[in-house]
């Protein structure tokens, strides 16, 4: 959580308050549940949600700060795919970072769908940094309603 | 930075919500955050995923930038989970704040659930050319 990249001139962040960017800690409001740099090496990006309706399958992913151009998702034999590019860095020229935690680089992500789905009439919305994909069922596995007849006698 | 890189999801480090008083109901997270300084400005951007762009606050409170995030409803009501890798929640962070920051001039934006503070560093401090004059005689 705090990698804090000094990569600026030497000297420039002495004119500064050094105690500007620390983290207000210990805060009297806040605690972290895990301490600094317990962070995972291995983890998959975006993370998902998978929901369903009764017509519809929902996936859920949260990909902040992202250009569309550079998103491209794909349904394909059962299996979604999520690929895409989050650019976070500046290209500074003549400034420089205090602290970068915010991820970026390239990511694909192939979900196996736990439902039979019609790829052609999926859909995507983008709102907030969340993506969410509307993926509708087959009629084949739609939940039928079973008639209760009664019985005579 | 190599593109295609595998690159690993945020980390959504909880909150502990038992003291203040604000932060009691709900899921709260640290917002994941990028500090960058140029002669003019330095500039804070979180990621918060789910955050409309009005319903981010910034506010400063005894030299400290306090920063909230609300989500609205995560799932719809009728949806079922069936397989889920985050929670959704809320967000807040403190960063203390330097003298040389011109207090009146922070502007804040939303987009796309990435909140972007541009804090102006105050006149006296930033970088300035001191014209050289020709020395008479």
Request: glycine letters at 10%; proline letters at 6%.
């Amino acid at each position: 959580m705090t990698n804090i990249q000094r990569q600026g001139p030497q000297g420039w962040s002495g004119a500064w308050d050094q105690r500007a960017w620390r983290e207000v800690e210990p805060a009297p409001q806040i605690k972290r549940s895990t301490s600094p740099g317990s962070r995972r090496e291995t983890r998959v990006f975006p993370s998902i949600i998978i929901s369903a309706a009764t017509d519809r399958l929902i996936v859920r992913a949260e990909v902040p700060g992202m250009n569309l151009d550079q998103l491209e998702i794909s349904v394909s034999g059962g299996i979604l795919t999520i690929q895409g590019i989050r650019q976070t860095g500046e290209d500074l020229v003549g400034g420089w970072y205090h602290r970068r935690e915010r991820e970026s680089g390239g990511f694909s992500r192939a979900v196996q769908l736990p439902a039979d789905v019609d790829g052609e009439q999926a859909e995507a919305s983008y709102e907030a940094g969340v993506l969410t994909v509307t993926l509708p069922l087959r009629e084949a596995v739609r939940p039928k309603q079973v008639p209760i007849r009664v019985a005579q006698g | 930075m190599s593109v295609r890189r595998e690159i690993g999801a945020p980390d959504k480090t909880l909150v502990d919500t038992d003291i203040h008083q604000e932060l009691r109901s709900g899921n709260w997270f640290v917002p994941a955050t990028d500090v960058y300084e140029t002669p003019e400005n330095i500039v804070l951007i979180m990621d918060m995923p789910g955050v409309c762009f009005d319903c981010a606050q910034v506010n400063i409170i005894d030299d400290e930038l306090v920063v909230t995030g609300h989500v609205g409803h995560g799932e719809d009501q009728d949806d079922y989970v069936l397989y889920r890798e985050y929670d959704v929640g809320h967000y807040h962070r403190h960063f203390g704040l330097p003298a040389t920051i011109d207090r009146n001039g922070i502007e804040a934006s939303m987009a796309d659930g990435v909140l972007t503070v541009v804090m102006p560093k105050i006149e006296e401090i930033r970088p300035r050319r001191i014209p050289v004059k020709m020395a008479s005689g």
